[in-house]
């Protein structure tokens, strides 16, 4: 089954005016190296954008100083705080791939119990490991783009990419965010749903962390994983769409997007 993601479909809670900071989430990022701090930066922003209560930045200590002069909200902690209490995690924006990371990913997918969100470089290492995906024991929602749903499964085929992603969803029981034109969603039950929003402006460096950082904010406020995946995956094409109005789809970034998402938002919560 094939649904369209519109704006009558995504799910944003209504806030309790009582509410502290403590009720929207804490959500745990571990992202970022040497050479990819604006992937750190991307996902920790775009997750305060989106309303976590509380955000968490791990990156290595070398970076921290760059990310702590550009970054306000989000709380910077060593790679050692692994252990700590969180809603949910994002694990694998600019991460890089070396013996540590490959580490980190195995802990991360095999222990813990709040949801975990891998993208990118995370990806990457589950598929060179071969990583057992079914028999975490977190929810796991995966946002690869094609490339790096190729590395998981070497026999994709674009044509049927709407077969592949049901499939893959239900084989290894996780969420599936499969990025491109028309973005996939597909839960464990193999359900699709597909994204309406977005446009080629957004096809540049940084937007896809943009996107992860979302899910993750959405995903650590007890949004259900498919639901957070397909409600992020509009406003983040939302967002885009915006951004291509006020600055054109040549020039607008990222960046761009992270202040576009806000009032995307906030439109979103007045028509509720």
Not at 41 to 68: C, D, E, H, M, W
Not at 172 to 178: A, G, Q
Not at 204 to 210: E, I, L, P, R, T
Request: hydrophobic share 40%; net charge positive.
């Amino acid at each position: 089954m094939l649904t369209d993601i519109t704006n009558d479909s995504i799910f944003l809670p209504v806030r309790d005016r009582n509410a502290h900071k403590g009720d929207f989430g804490r959500v745990l990022l571990f992202c970022g190296s040497e050479k990819y701090t604006g992937a750190a930066y991307f996902s920790a922003q775009a997750a305060v954008n989106t309303g976590s209560g509380l955000v968490f930045l791990s990156v290595p200590k070398k970076i921290r100083p760059l990310l702590a002069s550009k970054l306000n909200e989000p709380i910077l902690i060593p790679r050692s705080f692994c252990e700590m209490k969180n809603d949910a995690v994002l694990l694998g924006c600019g991460l890089g791939i070396s013996r540590k990371s490959e580490k980190l990913v195995r802990k991360l997918v095999f222990s813990g119990a709040s949801p975990l969100v891998l993208d990118a470089d995370a990806i990457t290492i589950a598929a060179r490991l071969h990583i057992d995906l079914a028999a975490s024991p977190r929810e796991l929602i995966l946002t690869p783009h094609e490339g790096e749903f190729s590395r998981l499964v070497p026999d994709f085929d674009h044509n049927r990419r709407e077969e592949f992603a049901a499939n893959f969803a239900k084989k290894n029981k996780c969420t599936l965010v499969l990025k491109g034109r028309r973005t996939l969603c597909a839960d464990k039950d193999g359900n699709l749903f597909a994204n309406t929003t977005g446009n080629p402006g957004m096809a540049k460096g940084g937007s896809g962390d943009v996107l992860a950082g979302i899910i993750t904010s959405l995903t650590g406020q007890g949004i259900p994983p498919v639901r957070a995946a397909y409600t992020g995956v509009w406003l983040h094409g939302a967002a885009g769409d915006l951004a291509a109005e006020i600055y054109g789809e040549y020039s607008m970034t990222p960046t761009d997007m992270l202040c576009t998402l806000k009032s995307v938002i906030k439109k979103v919560r007045q028509e509720d």
